[in-house]
């Protein structure tokens, strides 16, 4: 090239057809380094890479949506009719085998639909966590009060209800696609016994959006009220056009015809074939010498189809590809941390699976076909590989603390691979690992609690419970899981049930564990709790404090597990009317929570707050006002509706009313009762708390602030 000549400017998309194009040494497909080498020069002759925006950004997009929509076209045009005019009928469903392309026709339509400013949103049903999730993300994209998203995270019964009346007053159009829903009773209400038949669960019909879901459950009598959608195989002309639109050097059409004849219509195994083939790594360059290299090979196309792939990889010197795929299809298929696939050669074993078109990759995780990991699964002769795979999420897990909203996340993408992991190794009978994968949902279920996903935590630890059964009801991991499932039920209101659940495992840890077991020492703090929460006030203060007692002897006074007694053990006092006498436990407690956690740790607020609460309670209005501005400063990192936030600007309220300086603490209860009504509901208890005190004060009356454990 001369000075004078200008450099093509172009997009890493187009740089290896370009270089493919120029002609030169032909470089041995194995020698995948020189090849490399070759690329790197002639870009550095002849290219100047740009980014993929504005134009060539969007041919690339049509280019790739006509090569994955072949056949699907007159099916996509239903849809989005459909889509524009959905008081037409009910919700579509697309059903259809595994690899048919459901998905790849839902995210067509999305992404039509962007043009027409709908708001849109995907939701995987494939596990019970992701979608509640999902859920929650579209109710609060509504403008959903606490008390609405509370409903999903609870598994309540109206919890449907909510997310319709929020669909139904959206002031935009939507579209909501539901994936990956092969167990269509996820779909239904809480308790419901029709399932989704009785069109009172998560899908609907609407004259304000349409529900797109995808499902490889066929039968139409699962899908009554609803509009079904065949996605079936590809006719031989459009496989074969997958064909050449994936590997255009690969043949002609003659020969892309014989070997979609000889693969199938199935669009996931057409693309595996194809993809490999484009991929500049094939052993088998040509569709004919594909067709032969299929031969006498046994199992489904798609694992075929697999196979010859990895075995590519291998010959290019990547066998790890194989390993690492094997591994990946111990999880769910959706977003598997990389961290969990550690081995040597992790990068170039990624790299290559992604290439071939075997996996998805991304900058922490990687996602695979669901028919894939199936596939893979089936593979597996033995338990090794599901217990590394269980060991890597232990790992992933013990890097994560269950207190700490940024974790929360975190917890709800591994409860995925988790829940995938307790199906498998409760079939083998490894009992060892069954117990770690109990560990591990306690551990999970905790975090679930601690975030308010009640719902989701009590499926996790019936599904654990169920899977665990092996192990027997008086195995530690069991009654780990036992002992979190009653903190869910408690927190979703059933305290009696709780109280049994907390009293039976007391009974066997103290008989198998110890009185003294920290496991132990935790239930009995329960069971004061689980009182506490019934009103039995005396009998929780002498609950915790022979608890305390034998805490503080074989926990030691530094143990989270002692300080949080003790802080229980000060409110029970108080709510007795004993003031004087919980101030300087409080006090005390404070103090060591600075020391041990932290001075902004939510637990050393929560007894912050409480002192607040003491001062006021002693009528020391002008100290309890200025600890609780000072609480406030502290709580700057939350959101100003946080229900801690909330709760300290109503009783600040309540100590400025009692100085006489009501007008002031009119404002405050006003501005609380808005954001409680936004946020909460205008039913929820703390909301109606605030209403009752404004009302009371504009009636020349204060209601006393009673501080919640």
């Known amino acids: 090239m001369t000075d004078n000549e200008e450099r093509m400017p172009l997009t890493f998309a187009e740089v290896y057809r370009r270089a493919r194009a120029a002609g030169g040494e032909a470089i041995p497909p194995y020698d995948l380094r020189r090849g490399l080498d070759e690329l790197r020069a002639w870009i550095d002759r002849e290219v100047d890479v740009v980014e993929e925006t504005g134009e060539h950004r969007a041919s690339a997009g049509v280019r790739r949506s006509q090569m994955e929509l072949r056949g699907r076209h007159d099916l996509l045009k239903e849809l989005l009719t459909l889509a524009r005019r959905p008081a037409a009928g009910g919700p579509a469903v697309l059903v259809g085998a595994g690899g048919s392309g459901k998905s790849t026709l839902a995210a067509a339509l999305t992404e039509r639909a962007r043009s027409w400013d709908r708001q849109l949103w995907w939701v995987s049903a494939a596990d019970p966590a992701g979608f509640f999730e999902g859920l929650t993300r579209v109710m609060s994209d509504l403008g959903g009060s606490t008390t609405d998203l509370e409903s999903i995270a609870n598994g309540a019964s109206d919890g449907p209800d909510r997310l319709w009346r929020l669909l139904e007053r959206s002031p935009r159009r939507w579209l909501l696609v539901i994936d990956n829903a092969d167990d269509p009773w996820i779909l239904a209400a809480a308790d419901s016994p029709a399932g989704i038949q009785d069109g009172q669960g998560w899908v609907r019909a609407s004259q304000r959006g349409l529900v797109v879901v995808t499902s490889r459950e066929t039968d139409a009598r699962m899908w009554v009220g609803a509009r079904l959608f065949a996605v079936g195989q590809l006719s031989e002309v459009d496989a074969a056009q997958v064909l050449r639109d994936l590997a255009p050097q690969a043949g002609d059409e003659t020969e892309a015809l014989a070997l979609a004849r000889r693969i199938g219509?199935?669009?996931?195994?057409?693309?595996?074939?194809?993809?490999?083939?484009?991929?500049?790594?094939?052993?088998?360059?040509?569709?004919?010498?594909?067709?032969?290299?299929?031969?006498?090979?046994?199992?489904?196309?798609?694992?075929?189809?697999?196979?010859?792939?990895?075995?590519?990889?291998?010959?290019?010197?990547?066998?790890?590809?194989?390993?690492?795929?094997?591994?990946?299809?111990?999880?769910?298929?959706?977003?598997?941390?990389?961290?969990?696939?550690?081995?040597?050669?992790?990068?170039?074993?990624?790299?290559?699976?992604?290439?071939?078109?075997?996996?998805?990759?991304?900058?922490?995780?990687?996602?695979?076909?669901?028919?894939?990991?199936?596939?893979?699964?089936?593979?597996?002769?033995?338990?090794?590989?599901?217990?590394?795979?269980?060991?890597?999420?232990?790992?992933?897990?013990?890097?994560?603390?269950?207190?700490?909203?940024?974790?929360?996340?975190?917890?709800?993408?591994?409860?995925?691979?988790?829940?995938?992991?307790?199906?498998?190794?409760?079939?083998?009978?490894?009992?060892?690992?069954?117990?770690?994968?109990?560990?591990?949902?306690?551990?999970?279920?905790?975090?679930?609690?601690?975030?308010?996903?009640?719902?989701?935590?009590?499926?996790?630890?019936?599904?654990?419970?169920?899977?665990?059964?092996?192990?027997?009801?008086?195995?530690?991991?069991?009654?780990?899981?036992?002992?979190?499932?009653?903190?869910?039920?408690?927190?979703?209101?059933?305290?009696?049930?709780?109280?049994?659940?907390?009293?039976?495992?007391?009974?066997?840890?103290?008989?198998?564990?110890?009185?003294?077991?920290?496991?132990?020492?935790?239930?009995?703090?329960?069971?004061?709790?689980?009182?506490?929460?019934?009103?039995?006030?005396?009998?929780?203060?002498?609950?915790?404090?022979?608890?305390?007692?034998?805490?503080?002897?074989?926990?030691?006074?530094?143990?989270?597990?002692?300080?949080?007694?003790?802080?229980?053990?000060?409110?029970?006092?108080?709510?007795?009317?004993?003031?004087?006498?919980?101030?300087?436990?409080?006090?005390?407690?404070?103090?060591?929570?600075?020391?041990?956690?932290?001075?902004?740790?939510?637990?050393?607020?929560?007894?912050?707050?409480?002192?607040?609460?003491?001062?006021?309670?002693?009528?020391?209005?002008?100290?309890?006002?200025a600890l609780y501005r000072q609480l406030l400063d502290l709580r700057q990192v939350l959101e100003a509706d946080h229900p801690h936030v909330l709760l300290t600007l109503h009783e600040l309220a309540w100590t400025i009313a009692r100085q006489g300086r009501r007008s002031e603490a009119e404002t405050i209860y006003r501005q609380v009762l808005e954001r409680r009504d936004r946020t909460l509901g205008t039913d929820h208890p703390e909301t109606e708390t605030t209403r009752w005190a404004l009302n009371e004060l504009l009636h020349g009356r204060i209601v006393d602030a009673v501080h919640p454990a």
């Open 265 to 625: 219509g199935l669009p996931l195994a057409l693309h595996l074939a194809g993809t490999y083939l484009g991929s500049g790594i094939a052993q088998s360059h040509t569709f004919a010498a594909y067709e032969r290299a299929l031969g006498s090979r046994e199992g489904t196309m798609v694992d075929r189809t697999a196979e010859i792939s990895l075995d590519g990889l291998a010959q290019q010197g990547i066998p790890q590809a194989r390993t690492l795929l094997r591994l990946a299809s111990c999880y769910a298929p959706e977003s598997i941390p990389t961290r969990m696939l550690s081995m040597s050669g992790l990068q170039e074993a990624l790299d290559g699976l992604t290439g071939v078109g075997l996996i998805q990759s991304g900058a922490a995780a990687i996602t695979l076909h669901p028919v894939v990991t199936a596939t893979h699964r089936a593979r597996l002769a033995g338990p090794e590989v599901w217990q590394t795979a269980v060991a890597h999420l232990v790992d992933a897990l013990r890097e994560l603390s269950h207190s700490q909203p940024e974790c929360w996340p975190e917890y709800r993408r591994l409860s995925q691979h988790l829940l995938a992991l307790l199906d498998a190794v409760a079939e083998h009978g490894d009992h060892e690992h069954l117990a770690l994968l109990a560990d591990a949902t306690a551990d999970v279920a905790r975090a679930f609690n601690h975030s308010g996903a009640f719902g989701a935590a009590g499926m996790l630890c019936r599904i654990a419970l169920d899977r665990c059964a092996a192990l027997g009801e008086e195995h530690p991991a069991v009654l780990g899981v036992r002992h979190q499932f009653a903190w869910t039920v408690a927190n979703r209101g059933d305290l009696s049930q709780a109280e049994s659940i907390y009293q039976e495992v007391l009974s066997i840890r103290g008989r198998v564990l110890g009185d003294y077991h920290p496991d132990t020492l935790r239930s009995r703090h329960e069971s004061g709790w689980i009182a506490s929460l019934l009103g039995r006030w005396g009998e929780a203060e002498q609950r915790y404090r022979d608890t305390l007692h034998d805490c503080l002897l074989h926990l030691g006074p530094d143990s989270r597990d002692t300080l949080t007694t003790r802080h229980e053990l000060a409110y029970a006092i108080a709510r007795q009317g004993r003031l004087d006498e919980a101030q300087p436990i409080f006090e005390d407690v404070l103090r060591d929570r600075r020391r041990v956690l932290s001075d902004l740790a939510p637990q050393t607020l929560q007894t912050q707050h409480a002192l607040a609460w003491i001062t006021a309670s002693q009528g020391r209005w002008a100290a309890a006002e």
